[in-house]
């Protein structure tokens, strides 16, 4: 199975850029910028990764990518993200980035964007990989904040897929964030965000997201199965869910394995994913294997996990059509 899980074709819909920061690109990005880290080793630093909720990640997620500062910095980070998707056989990827955890710390909007982009166009060419990005707001921040961001995003728009909402749920929902999505819709962009696992409100939040806001997708959105209506909703309207197992594992009580299970029986598109991975170890291969080995996953099902992601990317249909074919023609 796990050769199986290895040569299959996959597609990364749940991934942020800055998660993927391992310990040794941080290290190196430190010493080119002249900056001192509380730590003298790799072993060190994974050792003070600990973290059991969402807001003890975040806490350890925003200081690690304080070495993040310049336009080769962003390009480094993302040419090693998509290096490592290329080994996993990755062929699709849609990348969150955090562009006001780096703005709130005076690293400029372009220095960021230009930086991912460039590596994106380079990994395409030279790996293989195709991606797109997606921005995510921070929802512990002010919505004005939220906004100023939408608008200097502008000038970059064909640079971005669509937009995302994450950092803390509790007390930060949706409809805080209304408006700006209303904006962003009308620019063009399509629309996600968090409604992440076992929140406060999660359900009231799930509800907002689709009602409110009429997302696209949802990241996470595992609750949905805490209200017969949700699931309804999910269903009728086709929208996909980016589930990602490991990292439930580590900010609640579970991988959420049987609710992952429960979502494909009941038909709906949810999709595994990796979250951040240089902080929770693993890939989206590792995180497929671990569902399998917890569910006893198929061939099938496994396929059937990314036929899901493809079908549910933010890709033309010709391009969806050509790697579901991929997927297809791998599982025959
Ligand atoms: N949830 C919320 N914020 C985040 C996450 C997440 O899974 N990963 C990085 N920032
Ligand atoms: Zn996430």
Known sequence: MKDFIAGLPKCELHLHIE?????????DLARRNGIALPYTSVEEMRAAYSFDDLPSFLTVYYEGMQVLRTEPDFYDLAMAYLRKAAEQNVRYAEIFFDPQAHTSRGVPFDVVIRGLWRALIDADRQLGVRAQLIMCFLRDFQAEYAMATLLESLPYKEWI???GLDSDEKGNPPAKFAAVYERARQEGYLLTMHCDVDQDNSIEHIRQAIEEIGVDRIDHGVNILEDQRLVDLVLARGIGLTCCPIS????????KAEGIRKLMELGVRVTINSDDPAYFNGYVGENLVALQEELQLTREELARLERNAFEITWLPRHLK???LAEVDAYLA
């Open 161 to 163: 897929v669509g937009i």
């Open 248 to 255: 439930n594992g580590y900010v609640t009580d579970s991988m």
């Open 321 to 323: 059509d050509a790697y």
């Open 19 to 27: 998660g993927t920061l391992e310990p040794e690109l941080k290290f």
